[in-house]
């Protein structure tokens, strides 16, 4: 009876060593992805190449703007996005806490940063 303690020590040790080589083989075998931030980059650079513009700047380039802080940001990328989804244009005067004078000036800084882009 002594023989048989040390065969069924081995069984569950052999198991485990499996499982673990198995999950190794298996991590391995997974195709590399590309880091998240990185795609995302490349996508924004290939769709917004060219000036800054309304539809491609991001919250933080949005808060540089004339009359726009952290709330506005947040809010005109919201905007942005319910109407991509919706398939309408983007109307400055439509987001909230944006009235016709922060428009305009956003509209005549975007105007600034093209000319300077050319």
Do not use: K
């Amino acid at each position: 009876m002594e023989s048989d303690a040390p065969e069924r020590l081995e069984w569950p040790v052999w198991g485990f060593v499996g499982a673990l080589g198995a999950g190794l083989l298996l991590q391995r075998l997974e195709p590399a992805r590309p880091p998240i931030p990185e795609a995302a980059r490349a996508f924004v650079e290939s769709r917004c190449a060219g000036p800054r513009s309304l539809l491609c700047d991001s919250a933080f380039e949005l808060e540089a703007l004339p009359g726009v802080g952290e709330v506005r940001a947040l809010a005109i990328a919201q905007a942005r996005w319910e109407a991509g989804v919706a398939g309408r244009p983007l109307v400055l005067e439509d987001v909230p806490g944006i009235g016709p004078e922060t428009a305009r000036a956003i509209r005549a800084e975007y105007a600034r940063l093209a000319r300077g882009h050319e």
